[in-house]
């Protein structure tokens, strides 16, 4: 059995601070994660590989310095990276991201399961993954919290509108994962990392995989920003300071005004 | 890279402007880096006009041939029966708005099964039209089957906007489509308008802490998705009947190929559920720990609320993901919104400022929250909040 998990790296959007003068984002200094959505993913695709021996490969899309999520991927167990990194696909929306990413499962060729993080916490659209399984023609399940599978055929447990449903899929198949609310991400030990060292990364260029060059990038994305801007600024209403019982007070005394204490 | 044209005058707006820090000044001109993402936040600041995108558009269309406004309706289901999601009513209501905007139609779009006892309700809130697909085939939601009857309605029908709730149907469809349709799609829209015919798509971006508008010129239809409650219902047409355009459209039998072997509903009663209680309760990272949520429990069983989450917090553990406000968790429309020690991320302020009455406590008076409260507190929720649940008490004895 072959798994492909799509990994990516983001900055850990809980550091992300805003310049009060300009609007803009401070992004000096805060580190880059791999997204917790996709180091789910990889946890329960590793899991499956431990029952049936399946071969792990994971993918990602990004910068050079991306290689260091495939290096932590490839510590926790996953037994290939590729990574897709050229000029070509900067400026790209979830459209030509996905597109890229589906061209090149198709050039590692062998899979039979694969696995995505529900959304990017960078951009939290959660869409990357059903538009790859359509390049792919190939059927999907999203926001499942569990992944289980003997190699024949997958099963899912998936959130929906007011509960989750069991669900089972032939392969292949695409599954994007949610967190449960317990979920603590491990890491791999020194030694592992150290042993993973000799785990191969491949570096492949839009050329390498055989893209169509309009549909990468800026050329292949549907979506333009048009404008960036800080949120409106609002009119403050009233300010109450004081000691704990003065606010209380006041605190009821509001609750009672706009009727929610009578 | 963004391209820089000999209009530059070196004024330094597209710098400061730049998510990112990619642009800089040398010899008074504005020069990218590697960094740049081509996001093109800084076009629209040049007083001169000298920065540009490369040109897009991999498929020419003739867009004139693509009008009407489309809100796909999910049909809910509780394990008992089925009745639409309020989300269509909400995307109706705007629908109409952008509708009555571009001089064009709107229609509502339902798919499932016996979906005609849906038809006069969809109509009050302003549908010209209800394109339907009603089948026993369509009676749980399957991706491919719904991707396959959207795709034809669309390929059929040319509409120009098409709007899908941002739910967990709503975002395993939209993106299915838009992939098949090469068209773009905009997840979790806050706010929805028309500029010089087209479609423009505000929402949080890059981590939410900052506004991005965003269009789709050169693809049609232009697609997003909307979280629920973010825009209001309203009956805009009571009593009246759409026209109903009833298709028959067959399930492709790549469709089998995923099952559902069995289906649980949580048993939750309406006081726990974040998106549809009137009165929420919610903390943040200045609650410190499970005592501090204890006392926002306490404040909610006097105020008959729900108690809920910033990101901050659910990220400490001090509450499940589901009971998480904001642009990645729960919207809510509450009528009385108390936010506790949270500092007020606009990924937070987005999924909660469509509430009647915000009150705002936090220790530092310069906290962002404070600028969408109705009423502001100034100090600790945790000193706070156990005097005002006595007070309550106390008044409610009288």
Request: charge should be neutral; proline fraction near 5%.
């Amino acid at each position: 059995m072959n798994i492909i998990v799509c990994i990516k790296q983001v900055p850990d959007s809980t550091q992300v601070k805003v310049d009060p003068k300009t609007g803009t984002l401070i992004r000096a200094g805060v580190p880059s994660i791999l997204n917790p959505y996709d180091h789910y993913a990889l946890e329960k695709a590793l899991a499956i590989k431990a029952r049936t021996g399946a071969k792990v490969t994971v993918l990602s899309m990004g910068p050079n310095q991306a290689v260091a999520v495939l290096r932590l991927a490839l510590a926790l167990g996953a037994d290939e990276g590729v990574l897709l990194s050229d000029r070509a696909f900067a400026g790209s929306d979830t459209w030509a991201t996905a597109y890229a990413l589906a061209t090149a499962v198709k050039k590692i060729g062998q899979y039979d399961l694969i696995l995505c993080g529900q959304m990017a916490i960078d951009g939290d659209t959660a869409q990357t993954g059903p538009e790859m399984a359509y390049h792919l023609n190939i059927p999907q399940i999203t926001f499942c919290d569990s992944v289980d599978s003997d190699g024949q055929r997958v099963v899912v447990k998936k959130l929906i509108e007011g509960g989750h449903q069991m669900m089972e899929a032939d392969l292949p198949v695409l599954i994007t994962t949610t967190m449960p609310v317990d979920y603590v991400a491990k890491y791999p030990s020194f030694m592992a990392a150290h042993k993973a060292q000799d785990k191969q990364i491949f570096i492949w260029t839009a050329a390498d995989i055989g893209a169509d060059v309009h549909k990468l990038g800026l050329e292949g994305s549907p979506t333009r920003v048009s404008r960036i801007f800080p949120p409106p600024a609002r009119q403050k209403g009233e300010m109450i300071s004081g000691s704990a019982e003065e606010m209380a007070a006041k605190f009821v005394e509001i609750l009672k005004k706009e009727s929610f204490v009578k | 890279m963004i391209q820089v044209s000999e209009k530059c005058v070196g004024c330094g707006k597209c710098v400061s402007t730049c998510p990112f820090g990619a642009l800089s000044l040398v010899n008074r001109k504005a020069v990218p880096n590697a960094s740049c993402t081509m996001c093109g936040a800084c076009v629209s600041v040049c007083p001169v006009k000298a920065l540009s995108l490369p040109a897009q558009g991999a498929v020419k269309k003739d867009l004139s041939a693509y009008k009407g406004v489309w809100a796909f309706i999910e049909i809910t289901d509780d394990g008992k029966s089925q009745k639409v999601r309020p989300v269509g009513f909400e995307l109706l209501t705007k629908g109409r708005e952008l509708a009555d905007q571009l001089g064009e139609e709107l229609a509502a779009v339902v798919i499932g099964d016996g979906v005609e006892k849906y038809f006069a309700e969809l109509s009050s809130y302003g549908a010209d039209k209800i394109y339907s697909v009603s089948s026993p085939a369509y009676h749980d939601y399957n991706t491919l089957a719904y991707t396959n009857a959207m795709v034809t309605l669309i390929k059929k029908y040319n509409p120009s906007v098409v709007l899908f709730p941002s739910t967990y149907i709503g975002r395993d469809l939209s993106p299915r489509i838009s992939a098949e349709l090469f068209v773009g799609l905009t997840a979790d829209c806050t706010g929805l308008s028309i500029a010089d015919g087209l479609l423009i798509q505000t929402r949080p971006a890059f981590g939410g802490n900052i506004m991005a508008d965003i269009k789709c010129p050169d693809y049609r239809p232009q697609m997003s998705t909307v979280r629920p409650n973010v825009f209001k219902k309203v009956v805009t047409r009571p009593g009246s009947m759409a026209q109903v355009v009833s298709e028959v459209i067959g399930v492709p039998a790549q469709a089998g190929k995923v099952r559902i072997m069995s289906k649980y509903f949580d048993e939750v009663g309406a006081q726990e559920k974040l998106d549809e209680a009137e009165v929420v309760i919610a903390g943040g990272r200045g609650m410190k720990d499970a005592a501090g949520f204890g006392l926002l429990g306490q404040l909610a069983e006097q105020l008959g609320g729900a108690v809920g989450a910033s990101r901050a917090a659910i990220d400490l553990g001090l509450l499940p993901k589901e009971k998480q406000v904001g642009q990645s968790g729960v919207t809510v429309a509450a009528k009385l919104y108390i936010a506790c020690g949270i500092s007020g991320a606009v990924q937070h302020i987005v999924g909660m400022e469509h509430s009647d009455v915000i009150i705002g406590v936090n220790k530092d008076a310069n906290a962002p929250i404070f600028n969408v409260c109705k009423y502001g507190f100034v100090g600790d929720a945790r000193q706070l909040l156990p005097k005002v649940v006595d007070a309550i008490k106390r008044a409610k004895a009288k």
